[in-house]
């Protein structure tokens, strides 16, 4: 019987805390699968135990939303099988693979709630791999969780709602923030301001951080793209290009990123259906109103579905728990119903501002075309743009898992994670194609690295020898 | 609108088999159409293992496995590329006095075929490899065998095809053909018609089908190896390595990631074939044994593909029993790689003269229709299941 196992909601960020809260209020005992140590997810990421900065401190004007789902989740432990530090690396007939504290298991499931949140969306510039260059999530994850800032003198380069807030973060934090560098650029954000005004308190938020860093004297410049990374065995300065010309800027430590991208690798393995979505300008796994995928009992929330933020996520993790739920008893109830309507509602409004946000946020002009052939992409396989340029001439590669099968971009540790994005508009680029016909980079398992060790006890769990 | 095209041949699957077939014919001045339905060497051809070995082949495969030696030493000028293959050695372990005999009598059964093995003991062999671990009894080195990557080697014989002047159609599914008098007719879903004199079918896992749109019906059935890669390590492993009744292989490439394969995995569907995972906790449990040294590293990636097994294990190579013209060249139960450039010059011959100049008897399509060879023996069951690609 299907009812017979537990829902599990993979991820425990603000979706999947929702998706939690839901499910229990409804008389339900979901396991929750964390890969961190601590829920919270990235936005809402907790430091350790005996640290002493306050919920203010860490979340600024999310504090109040990040005690809410943080508090949601305390609550909730005793109603939920809460699984912490448990990577899902795998998922096969039925079963999640599990990881956790070195050891290999398996989770059942018939209903399972993905919520797998998003990674930076990076496009490299030279030197990018220089101790000190940080992505601007990583830089992020060091102040909230550790309270570390990445460099005495730091340069936020890329672009995205991401990039203000980090810097302004920094800075309200006490680091030295030399400038940011916004490949937007202020005629952009003016022309998507329409869009932006569908959400009036949002933009008020993004103006205020914007206005803050000004009056902090941090330099803030647009149209300007960061081109080269400097140093000798770490960074020392930062090469940078607006329309004025060249500059140079002294610093420590940049954080670096364009907005997000989903990470969809479970998605992937569960076998899902993927689209491509214009405004994200990605492909990703089908997910209707209703948070339901292509796959009978697979639903996606949060930014693991498409990035919205951390509010959406916090919309859609209890749209589609109502919905697992509907499901599961085989009708809505009619307040589930139109909770549901009213979440939807939620999201379409924050669906319009995040196509302004694409809008305000667009990447740098002619990224592709303007990259430097000895551009290292891949960093874990060290395959630099003249290389991808190169089987794309030779081979006649016009999509992007043949590009990686014949030039490794995207086969190493990080599987894609780091270098997809640029190595897509690389060879969209170079074969005059657009983004959505380069594809996507396939997933396999396992979604991140499993050691040899972890798996030495399956033989005697399977004890099957074919030969 | 259909476009319509005319050539010598046509060939449905650019595998390496495929690809290499018409790499030949070109060079032996036909026209060649081929069809592919993903891309060339994406599948089989392009994601086993990278085995490049004679040794441990049925002592029938190795007059074929001899020439496709030789062609692979001249990689470079057929490919303008190394493809990372180099010769190695391969060895194979054994690991207990049994499998010592049998590798024994490998050894004395493919004399007269150039393999040069050396049987050597546990102790030789780790004295010369230390990396090898203590399960180790024995093993029979080839040391003219080796390795290449499949990924960058099967895509170029098509590449090489093309540059000389195959005319090559990736994601181009052939929906459905035909034959009369006057040859064959093909058409892909793409709205391309085919017409051709031969037709190879190398069409790999899925040759069946094609084999069967002429009245021909051979009991391939479709498995799916697993194989797993480490991250980049130190360089450890010197040698290619198999397991004598089966089991794991394992290989260093170039760049230092550590591939490793065996057991099987399942079918997502008619083209798609994953891992399992308890075929991958077998894999890497029986690695270990092998090559301690692995204990601490990390598989980064595993993958499956979708090989075409025969019950004999032995491949179908050589003209059709119903359609005059039609030329079979597929089932290679796993451990195709080497083969196939081989197999690609012999179908090249079969259609420009008639005959092969490699013996091929044993391999006719003719051996599953017991209408045209009632005398033909009883299969005999396979002693390996586990094949090194």
């Known amino acids: 019987m299907i009812q017979a196992l537990a829902p599990v909601i993979v991820g425990a960020g603000p979706a999947g805390i929702r998706a939690a809260q839901t499910l229990v209020a409804n008389g339900l005992r979901p396991v929750v699968v964390d890969e961190s140590a601590n829920w919270g997810g990235q936005i809402y990421r907790q430091p350790p135990a005996h640290f002493v900065r306050t919920k203010k401190e860490l979340y600024g004007f999310e504090s109040a939303k990040a005690q809410s789902v943080l508090s949601a989740m305390q ?33 059942a499931y018939s209903q399972v709630i993905v919520t797998s949140g998003a990674t930076d969306r990076i496009l ?110 770490c960074l020392e300065s930062l090469l940078w290009q607006d329309d004025r010309g060249v500059h140079s800027l002294a610093c420590d430590a940049v954080a670096t990123g364009y907005g997000l991208r989903s990470e969809a690798q479970l998605a992937d393995l569960l076998d899902c259906q993927f689209v491509w979505n214009a405004v994200q300008g990605a492909w990703l796994p089908v997910c209707d109103e209703s948070g339901r995928t292509s796959v009978s009992g697979v639903y996606l929330a949060g930014d693991g579905a498409s990035v919205e933020g951390a509010d959406a996520a916090e919309w859609s ?105 640029a190595a897509a508009e690389i060879l969209a680029q170079c074969t005059g194609q657009s983004l959505e016909k380069v594809g996507r980079l396939r997933a396999q398992a396992p979604i991140k690295p499993i050691p040899f ?15 | 609108m259909t476009r319509r095209l005319d050539s010598d041949v046509a060939i449905i699957g650019g595998g390496i088999v495929g690809a290499s077939a018409a790499l030949f014919l070109r060079k032996m001045g036909k026209s060649v159409t081929l069809l592919e339905r993903d891309f060339c060497g994406s599948r089989s051809s392009g994601v086993n293992y990278g085995g490049v070995r004679r040794q441990g082949r049925s002592i029938i495969q190795l007059p074929l496995a001899q020439r496709a030696h030789v062609i692979w030493g001249q990689l470079p000028q057929l490919l303008g590329m190394e493809g990372e293959y180099q010769r190695c050695g391969h060895l194979k372990i054994a690991r207990s006095q049994a499998d010592v005999a049998s590798l024994e009598d490998y050894q004395k059964r493919s004399l007269g075929y150039d393999l040069d093995l050396q049987i050597l003991s546990g102790d030789t062999l780790r004295s010369r490899y230390p990396w090898l671990g203590q399960s180790v009894v024995g093993g029979s080195l080839c040391a003219q065998d080796g390795h290449a990557n499949p990924r960058l080697v099967s895509p170029a014989f098509a590449q090489a095809a093309k540059q000389a002047g195959a005319d090559i159609h990736e994601q181009s599914q052939v929906i459905d053909m035909a034959h009369s008098r006057n040859g064959f007719v093909l058409h892909t879903h793409k709205g391309l018609e085919v017409r051709s004199r031969y037709l190879l079918n190398c069409a790999g896992a899925w040759a069946g089908f094609v084999a069967q749109s002429f009245a021909e019906s051979v009991p391939i059935e479709a498995l799916h190896p697993v194989m797993a890669v480490t991250e980049p390590l130190r360089p450890l492993m010197t040698l290619s390595l198999g397991v004598e009744g089966g089991g794991i292989y394992a290989r260093q490439a170039v760049r230092g ?97 008639g005959s092969s100049s490699t013996p091929i008897e044993a391999f006719s399509i003719s051996r599953f229709t017991k209408v045209f060879r009632p005398s033909l023996q009883p299969f005999q069951q396979p002693k390996e299941i586990f094949h090194e690609n």
């Open chain 1, 124 to 233: 490299p510039f030279r030197g990018w791999t220089l101790p000190g260059v940080f992505s601007l999530g990583g830089a992020q994850v060091a102040l909230k969780f550790q309270g570390c800032s990445i460099g005495k003198k730091v340069v936020f380069a890329g672009s995205g709602p991401l990039l203000y807030l980090v810097a302004y973060q920094y800075a309200k934090a006490g680091a030295h923030v030399v400038a940011l560098l916004d490949s937007g650029k202020l005629s952009d954000q003016v022309a998507a301001m329409s869009d932006l005004l569908a959400q009036p308190a949002w933009l008020a938020k993004g103006l205020y951080y914007v206005a803050w860093l000004h009056a902090h004297g941090v330099a803030v410049h647009r149209g300007a793209v960061p081109l080269e990374a400097k140093g000798q065995d």
């Open chain 1, 75 to 107: 609550g909730l432990l005793p109603h939920v099988d809460y699984r912490p530090h448990t990577l899902v690396w795998n998922v096969q007939g039925g079963q999640l693979d599990l990881l956790h504290q070195g050891q290999t298991s398996t989770l």
């Open chain 1, 317 to 421: 993790g209890e749209r589609a728990a109502l919905t697992l739920l509907s499901d599961r008893a085989g009708h809505a109830t009619a307040e589930h119903v139109a909770r549901s309507a009213a979440l939807s509602g939620h999201i379409t409004k924050r669906k319009i501002f995040g196509r302004g946000l694409a809008r305000a946020f667009p990447d740098p002009l002619n990224w592709a075309a303007q990259t430097p052939d000895d551009l290292l992409v891949c960093r874990c396989e060290e395959v630099t743009a003249g290389d991808l340029r190169q089987t794309a001439a030779e081979a006649g590669v016009q999509e992007i898992n043949r590009l990686k099968a014949l030039s490794r971009v995207g086969m190493g540790r990080c599987q894609g994670r780091m270098c997809v994005c």
């Open chain 1, 453 to 467: 060790t972890t798996m030495l006890k399956a033989e005697s769990v399977s004890g099957k020898d074919m030969a």
């Open chain 2, 257 to 353: 990631n550590c591939v490793i394969g065996g057991s099987r995995g399942f079918a997502l569907d008619d083209l798609r074939a994953r891992p399992s995972r308890e075929a991958i906790g077998l894999v890497l449990a029986r690695t270990v044994e092998l090559l301690p040294d692995l204990h601490n590293a990390h598989v980064i990636r595993t993958w499956s593909g979708t090989e075409g097994y025969l019950p004999d294990h032995e491949p179908v190579i050589g003209p059709s029993g119903t359609t005059p013209g039609l030329i079979h060249g597929f089932g290679f139960a796993g451990s195709g790689f080497q083969l196939g450039p081989a197999v690609g010059e012999v179908l090249s011959e079969l259609v420009c003269r």
